[in-house]
């Protein structure tokens, strides 16, 4: 079985107006991706602004994270909408985003939808097609955008059928159930560094995603990259995405990877 390609990556910028969620400082040292909240679940113009200059302080690549318009339930509530409602939602948020990044010449690196979106998207063929298809209008040839997902779902059939470049993506902090679905909670509970370390060494080791009632699961034979999440909101969060930084830096030394 050849080894992964692994990166670390973080929701970033999440606070809104005076308040901050997370040491967004620290993490951004510590990760390869930031997925930067673009307004409808948390964030303002002046915390993307900021946000993206951090990024490229630290040499972080940039993803749009959009979000189903709840800034109230934190984008963390499922919401009914048409493929053509979640297409202009997602184009209004990333074109804030790229507007950033363009002011201080850095590309838009992936698209990773968050929340309640994410599981709804996975669940659906059209929602996933509709969301996948934003990557292609914010592509370039010299800079295609990648969608990330979660392996063996609508996010990674669609990404292959419609020819956008797809990165599994794995959560370090949250449960899977054993039947592998992600368990998207509103509020994040607290997670040892031990059961991370073991989590995350058995993914990178072995392609198997630990479920909460202790059982394994494959990600699947055919994925060779993946990217680890820490979340910014989980309690604890710097120090979990320093413990995962240093094991996915370990295992991609030992494999030959170059991140």
């Not at 979106?117 to 063929?125: F, H, L, M, N, T």
């Not at 320093?242 to 094991?247: G, R, W």
Request: hydrophobic fraction near 40%; charged fraction near 20%.
């Amino acid at each position: 079985m050849a080894p992964m390609k692994a990166t670390v990556n973080c929701d970033m910028g999440e606070g809104f107006s005076l308040y901050s969620i997370a040491d967004d400082e620290s993490l951004m040292k510590t990760i390869h991706l930031a997925n930067i909240a673009c307004g409808f679940h948390a964030s303002d113009f002046s915390i993307m602004n900021t946000t993206v200059e951090l990024a490229k302080q630290n040499d972080v690549l940039v993803g749009a994270h959009p979000s189903l318009p709840d800034r109230q339930g934190f984008g963390r509530r499922e919401m009914a909408m048409t493929p053509e409602e979640l297409t202009s939602c997602f184009v209004y948020q990333v074109g804030a985003l790229t507007g950033f990044l363009k002011m201080r010449g850095m590309p838009l690196h992936h698209i990773k939808p968050h929340g309640a979106v994410y599981g709804q998207i996975a669940r659906s063929e059209e929602l996933a097609r509709a969301a996948v298809n934003v990557c292609k209008y914010f592509s370039t040839p010299e800079q295609p955008v990648a969608f990330i997902g979660l392996a063996g779902t609508q996010h990674e059939k669609v990404a292959l059928e419609e020819g956008v470049k797809f990165i599994p993506e794995w959560f370090a902090d949250l449960d899977y159930s054993p039947e592998g679905k992600l368990l998207i909670t509103k509020t994040h509970a607290p997670v040892t560094h031990d059961v991370v370390e073991k989590r995350v060494r058995t993914l990178l080791e072995t392609k198997r995603i630990t479920t909460n009632d202790g059982g394994l699961l494959p990600l699947g034979d055919h994925v060779q990259e993946v990217t680890i999440c820490c979340h910014s909101d989980t309690p604890g969060a710097v120090g979990i995405a320093q413990l995962v930084k240093s094991l996915v830096d370990e295992s991609n030394q030992a494999a030959g990877y170059k991140v």
